[in-house]
């Protein structure tokens, strides 16, 4: 008995210091979260302007002016640039990024994938892992991105992708990451990185600009494609990051919500052996005086 009680203390003491651990985790992540939050939210206009612009101008362009970065091709090899987590303790956060890579590498690119023609850069430890074991063809030289991220680091994957498109080493790439909506939200998506769609609904039509342009159009375009494909990128980034948080903080919270249940149940436990030890003692000295006085 008393070696039940001290294997239940124990275990106490054990959730107790886990517990401790996914408080502290959870305010680390907050705080994280904060500064992740106020820069995207502070990115995120500015970047769609200037992507809802990029599209008009590919849009109201003829097909010889339009640029290599705008051309639609046959897409016999793609390009998935993926950005997930350098760490875990996350939730679902990773797996879910990587399951929408895997589906839309079989059923978008069925074809390409039986082929082998479907390479993924991994922006991030966890997909990198997961890509490199699972047999892709895997380019592990941004992996690493995400532990200072800054738009000089994030500009170097976006243009050694433009390069790579130009020179026609993929005629697709696509970005997969999350969209941070809140802490507790997050929107896993699938989006067009190369080559740059064109605006095709009724609203963008009817806002299509007829802009003047200093220097000529294909100069000031050629010029304005890249830098703006950069921004994309690092809006994707910069996303991905408050998501990353934002989940963390949510499965920290909810592994102390669920420490606080073991607890409650290991004390129960604790207390009814304690109990039951006390009234076998008691048996036993009642048992032992009757014993003498007969």
Not at 234 to 258: P, Q, Y
């Given at each position: 008995m008393a070696?039940a009680?001290?294997e239940?203390?124990n275990?106490?003491?054990?959730?107790q210091?886990?517990q401790q651990i996914?408080k502290a985790?959870?305010m680390?992540?907050?705080?994280?979260?904060r500064?992740?939050q106020?820069?995207?939210i502070q990115m995120?206009?500015?970047?769609r302007?200037l992507?809802?612009?990029?599209?008009?101008?590919?849009?109201?362009?003829?097909?010889d002016?339009?640029?290599?970065?705008a051309?639609?091709?046959?897409?016999?090899?793609v390009l998935l640039i993926?950005?997930?987590s350098?760490?875990g303790l996350?939730g679902?956060?990773?797996a879910?990024?990587?399951k929408?890579?895997?589906?839309?590498a079989?059923?978008?690119y069925?074809a390409?994938l039986?082929?082998?023609n479907?390479?993924?850069?991994?922006?991030?430890?966890?997909?990198?892992?997961?890509?490199h074991?699972?047999?892709?063809?895997?380019n592990a030289?941004y992996?690493d991105v995400?532990?200072?991220?800054s738009?000089?680091?994030?500009?170097?994957v976006a243009?050694?992708?433009?390069e790579?498109f130009?020179?026609?080493?993929f005629?697709?790439?696509e970005?997969i990451?999350s969209?941070?909506r809140?802490a507790?939200t997050q929107r896993?998506?699938v989006?067009?990185?190369?080559?740059?769609?064109k605006?095709?609904?009724?609203?963008?039509?009817?806002s299509r600009?007829d802009f003047?342009?200093?220097?000529?159009?294909?100069v000031l375009?050629?010029?304005?494609m890249?830098?703006?494909l950069?921004t994309?990128?690092f809006k994707?980034v910069?996303d991905?990051n408050?998501s990353?948080?934002?989940?963390?903080?949510?499965?920290?919270?909810k592994?102390s919500?669920n420490?606080?249940?073991?607890?409650?149940s290991l004390r129960?436990s604790y207390?009814?052996?304690?109990?039951?030890a006390?009234?076998?003692?008691?048996?036993e000295i009642?048992?032992?005086?009757?014993?003498?006085?007969?």
């Amino acid at each position: 008995m008393a070696g039940a009680l001290k294997e239940v203390r124990n275990r106490i003491k054990s959730v107790q210091s886990t517990q401790q651990i996914t408080k502290a985790m959870k305010m680390v992540s907050a705080a994280k979260l904060r500064r992740a939050q106020d820069a995207i939210i502070q990115m995120r206009p500015y970047a769609r302007k200037l992507q809802e612009m990029l599209s008009n101008l590919v849009s109201s362009m003829d097909s010889d002016t339009g640029g290599e970065l705008a051309v639609e091709r046959p897409v016999e090899k793609v390009l998935l640039i993926v950005i997930s987590s350098d760490r875990g303790l996350c939730g679902a956060y990773n797996a879910n990024v990587i399951k929408l890579a895997r589906i839309t590498a079989q059923e978008k690119y069925t074809a390409q994938l039986a082929k082998g023609n479907i390479t993924v850069w991994p922006v991030g430890k966890k997909a990198f892992d997961y890509f490199h074991k699972s047999g892709f063809a895997v380019n592990a030289a941004y992996k690493d991105v995400l532990h200072h991220i800054s738009f000089e680091q994030i500009q170097l994957v976006a243009q050694a992708a433009i390069e790579a498109f130009a020179k026609k080493e993929f005629d697709a790439v696509e970005l997969i990451y999350s969209e941070f909506r809140n802490a507790a939200t997050q929107r896993f998506t699938v989006e067009r990185f190369l080559p740059i769609p064109k605006a095709e609904n009724k609203e963008s039509k009817a806002s299509r600009s007829d802009f003047i342009f200093e220097p000529e159009k294909n100069v000031l375009i050629s010029e304005l494609m890249p830098k703006i494909l950069n921004t994309q990128l690092f809006k994707a980034v910069l996303d991905a990051n408050a998501s990353e948080h934002g989940a963390r903080m949510t499965a920290m919270d909810k592994a102390s919500e669920n420490a606080n249940e073991l607890l409650k149940s290991l004390r129960i436990s604790y207390n009814r052996a304690r109990q039951a030890a006390i009234t076998t003692e008691l048996t036993e000295i009642v048992s032992g005086a009757a014993a003498l006085q007969g």
